[in-house]
């Protein structure tokens, strides 16, 4: 009996100190209360267990052939044999050299004009990695602070030469830093919001006083002295050439300044030192039926060679096709420019008549790489969709096999879908790209209930095109790999990606600048007076937000008649059994004819405009649906295009569950990877061998651009931009530059 009270006590002790530790999760710290119930939640479906995601594939040591099978959800890969042939580093030495070389000084964001963002500084290590601290840190926005929204975001990665660092603010100044003091030498205001993603330090040989720190801001690039911060008014037009907008960073070639203008579609090229137009190459072809395909993901050079290396955008309109049939060329594709006879070399499109905005963002990354005993100059493209392509440079031909399948065809009227699309298996995917029910996270029950409850509403699946009719849930919206791109180890012939791995939701619908048929007035006063305080005076539909932030799509109403309601019969039938409405057959009729005559006045005109809505697929938490990582970084085996690792990027509360990230990466010959652009603010340092976290430091804001690094005085520093993050509103923590390194 005694045995039984004690037992009894003791349990009842254990259940009170449980509910005290759930009361504190649940009440006092929400970061606690997430990782509570999201411990729970992956104990509940055994999350090690079928988190694809998280499986580690360590190859890295391997020569022999190898016969694997991969989980087939991601459809990555199925029984492949391959050789693996060993690296000959000797003679591979040189060409390491030059590709690491270049970035000594960082005179280019992005790490020069291979936009790899690789160094051979070695100070930084594994074994000295926990001394990492703050040398010192610029706030840009004491001074002057004005809550700006997230179009001001620094997404600049700063340059470096000659002990000041250059890089830009959320309030249109390009700032001169001291690197080892960290005070200012000089502000330039530009007047205008500087939304460019790179910069370019441009060394005058012949007269280094006439140096350049290119900036594209808008619509024109300015020439600042980098000693004075004053413009150069012997360039161009006094300090700056008309370009067109500019995102990338320029480069210089053979004297010659070299843009990508993303409103005229063209490659164009400026004498150095005077700014004068010197020709241009269009992007597309001029026969071109769409708009967009833009070069705004970023450009290489490949000097020796004269060929510029160009990611594009999508097409516009973005998520209907209609108007712009076909594949639409150079959109979403890799473009190799020949400058010496100012043509296309070659190109290769992604995705044909991209309905997703499955652009290119990232910029090609240049890099040598050794494959049967063969060095092989190439240029790697990372892609939003998770798809890792690389290319020989002079040629354009792929090193792995390209596959396509067939894709599926759109409900939507005049859209007519590409037929093909690619679906490769190495190198191996960095994301899953097709939505499964199965995703969703069992951290909310309620939560993922509703979404299977209302399954019936939504479409996915592989390349599966919008809807007018349900709504399309998909990967790869926001990444895959962002515009920073990943970074090539030539040592280890590794490539690391940061990706995003979050799920979203697409609507169409229509809205008609027409009116209804004039001579059926008094038919669509009917329908006025009863129909459209539901479906929209125009019948293109509505969304309604609940208090629960629940978004509700009441559907649309156009081409009913074509679709579903061929006959009066038919649609008399659902009306009733829908609505149970008072409507007289009569009424019903009239309004079955105002329908039928309003679509096909679109459908004969084209007059109905479509548009959409899109947005994360998240819980009420304000997370995403889906079971994480939702960010994550991957390590690829280039020699083989087969997985290393993959670990999750960024915290929510005190679990790695990886977050979105719009920052980047920077990767050292120490075996050292460096990470920013998380939601949780931090910086991180992993070990490239493993993906292992080795060092981290809280900084004010979340960073949307790479860090980079530089050797001054025998120091190696490492300068990291908090700006905010890239859907953050700003405070006046915002445009943060830190300057990390050992202190003596």
Not at 143 to 168: A, C, L, Q, S
Not at 466 to 482: N, R, V
Not at 539 to 555: A, D, F, H, L, M
């Amino acid at each position: 009996m005694l045995v039984k009270n004690i037992f009894i006590s003791l349990i009842s002790l254990l259940i009170l100190f449980i509910f005290i530790i759930f009361l504190y999760f649940s009440y006092f710290d929400t970061g606690l209360s997430f990782t509570f119930h999201y411990l729970k939640s992956k104990a509940d479906e055994n999350y090690r267990e079928n988190q694809e995601t998280l499986n580690i594939i360590n190859i890295q040591n391997k020569k022999e052939n190898y016969d694997n099978n991969f989980d087939s959800k991601l459809g990555l890969l199925s029984k492949l044999k391959l050789d693996l042939p060993s690296i000959n580093f000797d003679s591979y030495s040189n060409q390491i050299e030059e590709q690491s070389i270049e970035i000594t000084n960082w005179e280019r964001s992005n790490g020069g004009n291979f936009s790899n963002k690789f160094t051979n500084f070695e100070q930084l290590n594994k074994q000295n990695i926990n001394n990492l601290e703050v040398l010192w840190k610029y706030n840009s926005v004491n001074d002057h602070f004005i809550k700006r929204n997230w179009m001001n975001n620094v997404e600049v990665n700063p340059v470096f030469y000659d002990g000041i660092v250059y890089f830009t603010t959320p309030y249109k100044e390009i700032i001169a830093i001291d690197a080892i003091s960290g005070k200012v030498i000089w502000k330039f205001n530009s007047l205008k919001k500087i939304d460019a993603r790179g910069i370019l330090f441009w060394l005058n040989d012949q007269n280094p006083k006439k140096s350049c720190l290119f900036v594209p801001i808008r619509d024109v690039v300015f020439c600042i002295d980098p000693k004075s911060g004053k413009k150069v008014n012997s360039f161009g037009m006094k300090g700056f050439i008309k370009t067109g907008t500019v995102r990338a960073a320029p480069v210089v070639w053979r004297n010659k300044l070299i843009v990508a203008s993303l409103d005229t579609l063209k490659i164009k090229a400026f004498n150095l030192p005077s700014g004068d137009f010197a020709w241009e190459i269009p992007i597309h072809p001029i026969n071109k039926n769409f708009k967009g395909g833009t070069p705004w993901g970023g450009i290489s050079l490949d000097s020796q060679r004269s060929l510029l290396f160009v990611s594009t955008g999508n097409p516009r309109p973005a998520l209907y096709g209609g108007s712009r049939e076909g594949n639409n060329k150079n959109s979403n594709s890799i473009i190799a420019f020949d400058l010496i006879n100012q043509n296309i070399k070659w190109s290769f499109q992604e995705v044909a008549h991209d309905l997703w905005d499955y652009d290119i963002a990232s910029p090609p990354l240049l890099t040598s790489i050794e494959i049967n005993n063969k060095i092989i100059d190439v240029v790697i493209v990372m892609t939003k969709i998770g798809n890792t392509f690389v290319f020989e440079r002079d040629s354009g031909e792929s090193i792995f096999d390209i596959n396509y399948k067939n894709a599926p065809i759109s409900d939507v009227y005049n859209e007519k879908t590409a037929s093909k699309q690619i679906f490769n298996n190495i190198p191996v995917p960095t994301i899953k790209l097709e939505f499964d029910f199965n995703d969703l996270d069992n951290r909310s029950l309620e939560d993922r209930n509703k979404f299977l409850n209302d399954i019936d509403s939504y479409k996915f699946g592989w390349f599966e095109p919008p809807s007018l009719e349900k709504t399309l849930l998909l990967y790869g919206l926001h990444g895959g790999a962002q515009w920073p791109g990943g970074v090539f180890d030539p040592y280890s012939n590794n490539l690391f990606i940061p990706v995003n791995h979050i799920p979203w939701k697409i609507r169409l619908f229509i809205s008609s600048d027409e009116e209804y048929p004039k001579n059926l007035k008094k038919e669509y006063n009917l329908y006025a007076k009863n129909c459209s305080s539901c479906h929209g005076k125009k019948r293109n539909g509505i969304y309604v937000t609940s208090k629960e932030k629940e978004i509700k799509y009441i559907p649309s109403l156009i081409d009913i008649y074509n679709k579903k309601y061929s006959s009066f019969d038919i649609f008399y039938s659902k009306i009733l059994d829908k609505h149970k409405s008072d409507f007289t057959k009569n009424e019903l009729d009239k309004i079955y004819k105002l329908f039928k005559k309003w679509d096909d006045k679109i459908n004969t005109n084209n007059t109905g405009k479509i548009n959409f809505q899109w947005s994360q697929l998240l819980y009420n938490d304000d997370l995403p649906a889906t079971r994480p990582p939702w960010g994550k970084i991957v390590s690829l085996n280039m020699n083989t295009g087969l997985l290393n690792w993959q670990v999750p990027n960024g915290y929510v509360g005190k679990i790695k569950t990886g977050t979105s990230n719009f920052g980047g990466i920077l990767v050292t010959k120490s075996g050292l990877i460096f990470a920013t652009g998380t939601d949780d603010n931090k910086v991180v340092a992993l070990n490239s061998e493993n993906g292992n976290e080795l060092w981290s430091y809280q900084m004010d804001s979340a960073g949307s651009t790479s860090p980079m690094t530089f050797i001054w005085k025998d120091k190696q520093i490492l300068i990291v931009v908090a700006s905010g993050g890239r859907y953050h509103n700003y405070d006046d923590k915002s445009g943060t530059i830190y300057a990390f390194g050992i202190k003596e």
